[in-house]
T-cell receptor
């Protein structure tokens, strides 16, 4: 069964350092999402891509966060500099992206970030 | 802002019982709802979804009910098993710029004892 891949699974960093997370969506999925999940809460959208284009980054803290999906396949989310409040699970999800409407999103295992 | 919420943060059941997890939503314009199961340290796993033109949908051991009149969503799990223990989230499409991102509730932790 096709799955969304993410790496690393765990990351510990010190504040002010830079971190990067990688996501490989299900093959053929045009839409890719990055969500952040704080412990005990539901995921919240950070950024959404349709192919290589950003279609929603309204909740992305752009002073420190950046995301790219250069070839419309895999994606990287970067934080620079990391802050203590960035400690969370970072989840990537993908969907088919061809129906023109809502579609089932499939999530990867996430990257657990701890900022010290 | 508009959000999806769950009535109970925790639910404890005995193995073999039926479980019902409830969710209230506030955006009457939402037309798609989905239930996810999340085990500790893992990403959310799709369980079942339903569109607003339906009021019931069944899967394997799971049923989702949608009551648009009172903006209520529920997930029923038949013959609950220990492997069903997890956090369950309901979500609705957010109506964001692309119209497809999801808004999640806070989750209900289901504990199944044998």
């Amino acid at each position: 069964e096709a799955e969304v891949a993410q790496s690393p699974r765990y990351k510990i960093t010190e504040k002010s350092q830079a971190v990067a997370f990688w996501c490989d969506p299900i093959s053929g999925h045009a839409t890719l999402y990055w969500y952040r999940q704080i412990l005990g809460q539901g995921p919240e959208l950070l950024v959404q891509f349709q192919d290589e284009s950003v279609v929603d980054d309204s909740q992305l803290p752009k002073d420190r966060f950046s995301a790219e999906r250069l070839k419309g396949v895999d994606s990287t989310l970067k934080i620079q500099p990391a802050e203590l409040g960035d400690s969370a699970m970072y989840l990537c999800a993908s969907s088919d992206g061809t129906s023109g409407g809502v579609e089932t999103q499939y999530f990867g295992p996430g990257t657990r970030l701890l900022v010290l | 802002g508009e959000s999806v919420g769950l009535h109970l943060p925790t639910l404890s059941v005995q193995e073999g019982d039926n479980s019902i997890i409830n969710c209230a939503y506030s955006n009457s314009a939402s037309d798609y709802f989905i239930w996810y199961k999340q085990e500790s340290g893992k990403g959310p796993q799709f369980i079942i979804d339903i569109r607003s033109n339906m009021d019931k949908r069944q899967g394997q051991r799971v049923t989702v009910l949608l009551n648009k009149t009172v903006k209520h969503l529920s997930l029923q799990i038949a013959a609950t098993q220990p492997g069903d223990s997890a956090v369950y989230f309901c979500a609705e499409n957010s109506g964001n710029q692309a119209g497809t991102a999801l808004i999640f509730g806070k989750g209900t932790t289901l504990s199944v004892s044998s």
